[in-house]
């Protein structure tokens, strides 16, 4: 026998379920610009029909349904795009790092350019090439003497700019790191936090939301691997679950930094030798990680440092060519040309050695109206193979910045066009939230229509009927 009541209670369940959909709808509405939210729907699912299975089930013609309930709350996320993400916001961490570098690099030495080492270095063999034509001008001699010290000076800025960034490159990774660390504790403690809520039968979104946006900002940095764990208890079959997070190396190696089973965090580290190269750590191994690490890393500790190589090459080959020209020569007192320029390092201590212009060995033969040791002098540019070498050095960091760049744009790109599915998937329409609106707001008030339909039947039953004879 079917239950007289039994209208209303399934009336009753779909109004309360239409009104946590619509609920659900204005939580979403809500947050449509909150960064890293994920749309939620209600799970509709309906519920036991009447009569079960049994021995003493009522002879009626097969089963009545009893209405809807609302199963479960769900984001609605796609965990492919989420891994594709992530190991090409990795690829974007890297290059966009590697890009910033070398564009610094590039900013310093400004080549070509009128203040650059190229200009300064030309300026200096063009007063040669004048003082060979007039050699006995004193006014000649100091601007050769002055050009010279203007080498010297920009050597030594070059030098000086060069170094100061390679620290500052230290000091954003030691900041980093600091950056990273900070993220695992808030990834870890989000874990203990969903596993509380999990184990209770319940999805917690939000916080859900709050760790996949940490482990989207920290794959800017590595590269990782997510892996999912079970929280354990009354969890839902579609829970997330636990995060355990692993760095991938270049080599395929995975060193873990996240435990969800134990709560163990295995925190980035880093070295610094007495070179000023650094390494990056985490449980005893070394990170070699795509991300915004690996260039800091190979930016510190090859990148800046064979500028530094070339350019103390450039000085020491550029002063003990020129010195070996100048020493053949004769200066205006007859003496014989010693040293023009000291240098020990390189970039950093070039210095002129003559003050007195006078000294400068312009003479081959000792008379005071030849200038053909200047004129010799002048030429050590193309001898010693200094512009060149120079040049290709400029050449190179070039090509690599252009590729740099290149990459970048690319990975942008490639960013973009999976973010763009993502949101797709998983951010706020108010289009479709209105249409939604709508939608449960006219089955909440079918609902509520069924159960006066449901209560003017139940009037007749008990207020009509067996009145007769009264």
Known sequence: MRSTFSGLETAKRGMFTQQSALYTTGHNISNANTPGYTRQRINFQTTTPYPSVGMNRPQIPGQMGTGVEAGSVQRIRNDFLDLQFRGKNSDLGYWQSRADSLSKLENVLNEPSENGLSKVM???????????????????????????????????????????????????????????????????????????????????????DDRDRLVDE????????????????????????????N???????????????????????????????????????????????????????????KMLDALDKMAKDFATAFNDVHDDGIDLNGDQGGPFFSVSEGASDISVVIVDSSKIAASSNGDAGDGENALNLANVQHDAGIISFFEGTIGSLGVQARAANRQLKSSIASVMMIEGSRQSISSVSLDEEMTNLIKYQHAYNAAARNITVVDEMLDKVINGMGVVGR
């Open 122 to 208: 030309g300026e200096f063999w063009k007063s040669l090439e004048i003082l060979s034509t007039n050699p006995e001008n004193e006014g000649a001699r100091v601007v050769v003497l002055e050009s010279a010290q203007a080498v010297a000076d920009t050597f030594h800025h070059l030098h000086s700019s060069i170094t100061e960034i390679r620290e500052d490159l230290g000091y954003q990774a030691e900041t980093t790191v600091k950056d990273v660390n900070s993220i695992l504790t808030r990834i870890n403690d989000l874990n203990q936090q969903i596993k509380d809520v999990e184990t209770h039968g319940y999805l917690p979104n939000d916080l859900y």
């Open 247 to 305: 760095v991938v190396n270049a080599d395929g190696t995975k060193i873990p930094l996240i435990d969800a089973n134990t709560s163990t965090i295995n925190q980035l580290t880093m070295a610094e030798d007495a070179d000023g190269n650094i390494t990056i750590s985490a449980n005893g191994s070394t990170l070699d990680s795509e991300g915004q690490f690996k260039a800091l890393v190979e930016a510190n500790n090859n990148d800046y440092p």
């Open 218 to 245: 920290l794959s800017q940095h590595l590269n990782i691997e997510v892996e999912k764990v079970e929280s354990g208890g009354a969890n839902l079959a579609i829970a997330d679950g636990l995060y355990n997070i």
